[in-house]
């Protein structure tokens, strides 16, 4: 079993729509949860973090958390075509981040 | 403020020359980190600075990898003998310390012909 599993994709949403990415995480002791959004040919930019179970908002960005359930989720709210990327959800423990493969989404015009 | 800086962007070298690869962390930060990268693969974690020290070498894939960081700043990763399985992006990042968020390079892009 991969330490973080994302759903395979890709995801394609019309423009406007809500974009909803998933991650599920093995580790139990993980402690801080990331999500990185990468672009074709670039490195991963930090999006959103979250540490305490709940749901946290940025924008029009959401992330949520559900450590009983192994869980961290991404919604992108009004989708826009700049919103096509690779997401990355990443997990920490101590120092340590571990990397799902990623999610590539396409916002269609 | 400046982030995290790489240097150089793109390196093209024979298999079996030596290459360094350079990270400039962004000021105040402890702690550093390189990954790598491969065409349609993860991230994939190869070592952890925290200050000069690297307390956690474990995912350095031979021992023709090395990695310093001098003056608690300044990184170098080096990679001897490279082979053709060392073509990859080589990305590094830096956070506060390490129970902080990462923040990325540019990445450099190695090719090794």
């Known amino acids: 079993q991969k330490e973080v599993e994302q759903n395979s994709g890709p995801l394609s949403v019309p423009e406007g729509a809500i974009a909803s990415l998933n991650c599920t995480y093995s580790?139990?002791?993980?402690?801080?949860f990331f999500w990185y959004r990468q672009y074709s040919g670039k490195s991963p930019e930090l999006i959103m973090f979250?540490?305490?179970?709940g749901d946290k908002e940025d924008g029009r960005f959401t992330a949520q958390l559900n450590k009983a359930s192994q869980y961290v989720s991404l919604l992108i709210r009004d989708s826009q075509p700049s919103d096509s990327a690779t997401y990355l959800c990443?997990?920490?423990?101590?120092?340590?981040?571990?990397f799902g493969a990623g999610t590539t989404v396409t916002v269609r015009a | 403020g400046a982030g995290v800086s790489q240097s150089p962007s793109n390196k093209v070298t024979e298999k079996g020359k030596d290459v360094e690869l350079r990270c400039d962390p962004i000021?105040?930060?402890?702690?550093l980190y390189w990954y790598r990268q491969s065409l349609g693969q993860g991230l994939e974690f190869l070592i952890y600075?925290?200050?000069?020290?690297?307390?956690?070498k474990s995912g350095l894939p031979s021992d023709r990898f090395s990695a310093e960081r001098t003056g608690g700043s300044v990184s170098t990763l080096t990679i001897q003998r490279t082979q053709q399985e060392d073509s990859a992006v080589y990305l590094c990042?830096?956070?506060?310390?390490?129970?902080?968020?990462?923040?990325f390079g540019p990445g450099t892009r190695l090719t090794v012909t």
């Open positions: 990042a830096s956070s506060l310390d390490s129970l902080y968020e990462q923040y």
């Open positions: 580790d139990r002791g993980s402690q801080s």
């Open positions: 979250i540490y305490s179970n």
């Open positions: 990443a997990v920490r423990r101590d120092y340590k981040l571990s």
């Open positions: 000021s105040g930060h402890t702690a």
């Open positions: 600075f925290q200050g000069n020290s690297a307390p956690d």
